[in-house]
């Protein structure tokens, strides 16, 4: 006579990544809707021109992108015309966004390594 055998299986692993990598998203998405307004307010503030019209210095602008689960950017842009000039003309010279870039990807990291702490913690 053959003896029935019954497999259990305990996944505890699985149920558990599906709860915590929406909250690191989650705490990550917040960490770059942060750093919007501080780009933004650092490239205003530190920008090397003299205005004429403000016009440069106000269209200064930087968003999150985000693809959920998959990709954050933060995207830093001159909403004028001629914004392109000033990033790349007298070598830059006038060039704001590639200073804010290097000023500001340090804290993003360190914000984005707290945020996924926090979440591995919660």
């Keep these: ?16 990544l599906k709860e915590f ?12 809707d942060l750093m919007e307004t501080v ?3 650092q490239m205003r503030s530190k920008a090397p021109w ?5 016009n ?4 200064l602008r930087a968003t999150h992108l985000s693809e959920p689960m998959v990709v954050h950017r933060l995207v830093l842009y001159h909403t ?5 000039w000033l990033e790349i003309r007298w070598s830059g010279k006038y060039a704001i966004i590639g200073p804010t870039m290097f000023d ?11 945020a996924v702490n926090r979440a591995v913690r919660s």
């Design 1 to 16: 006579m053959a003896r029935g055998r019954g497999i259990f299986d305990f996944d505890t692993l699985t149920p558990s």
């Design 50 to 54: 003299h205005d004429n019209t403000g």
């Design 80 to 84: 004028m015309d001629y914004g392109y």
């Design 56 to 59: 440069a210095r106000a269209g």
């Design 104 to 114: 500001i990807a340090p804290v993003i990291a360190a914000n984005v390594a707290t």
């Design 39 to 41: 780009a933004e307010t």
């Design 21 to 32: 990598l929406p909250k690191v998203d989650a705490r990550v998405d917040l960490a770059f």
